[in-house]
């Protein structure tokens, strides 16, 4: 084979490998914008659920802190054992209230959980960029060892054209 097809197969392979390196950073480039826009909507999502929990416990409490009062104002007026029994009625309907809250507000334990799972994710992704840069320098020193053995095929070539001559 002569040297400018050789060449010529060179800059093809070249190609190739500026062709698979530019797929690969696309697709790196692609994966972290996905992942980006995850995250962002992970923090809206918590963001949004803090923001509800906040105003169903400002809620509850409004509504605690009325019952409280009635229930301290039928205490104050309570004379009767029918006005005795309401009061027994409020209690239990601010122990209901007070369960509902316990139930449906988010624990530290279910934060920790959503955090986790984001960290984990990051995890994944550093681990993926750190291969990223490890083919990329596999692929430099693929291109440096090749253009080393390109120069020692012409040495050999032309030292083998003078021995013959």
Do not use: C, W
Not at 15 to 35: A, Y
Not at 142 to 156: A, F, G, S
């Amino acid at each position: 084979m002569s040297s400018p097809q050789k060449e010529s197969q060179y800059k093809k392979l070249d190609k190739k490998i500026d062709d698979t390196k530019n797929q690969l950073d696309k697709k790196i480039d692609d994966t972290r914008d996905h992942l980006d826009k995850k995250i962002d909507t992970l923090d809206k999502k918590i963001d949004d659920t803090r923001t509800q929990l906040d105003k169903k416990i400002e809620d509850t409490r409004d509504q605690l802190d009325k019952k409280i009062d009635g229930v301290i104002e039928l205490t104050n007026q309570m004379v009767r054992k029918e006005e005795f029994n309401k009061l027994v009625k409020v209690v239990f309907n601010i122990e209901k209230d007070v369960n509902d809250l316990k139930e449906n507000s988010a624990t530290k334990e279910d934060v920790r959980t959503i955090l986790g799972a984001i960290d984990a994710f990051t995890g994944r992704v550093e681990i993926f960029d750190r291969k990223v840069i490890t083919h990329d320098e596999r692929l430099n020193n693929i291109d440096t060892k090749m253009e080393d053995h390109e120069k020692r095929i012409h040495q050999i070539e032309t030292t083998n054209r003078h021995n013959l001559y």
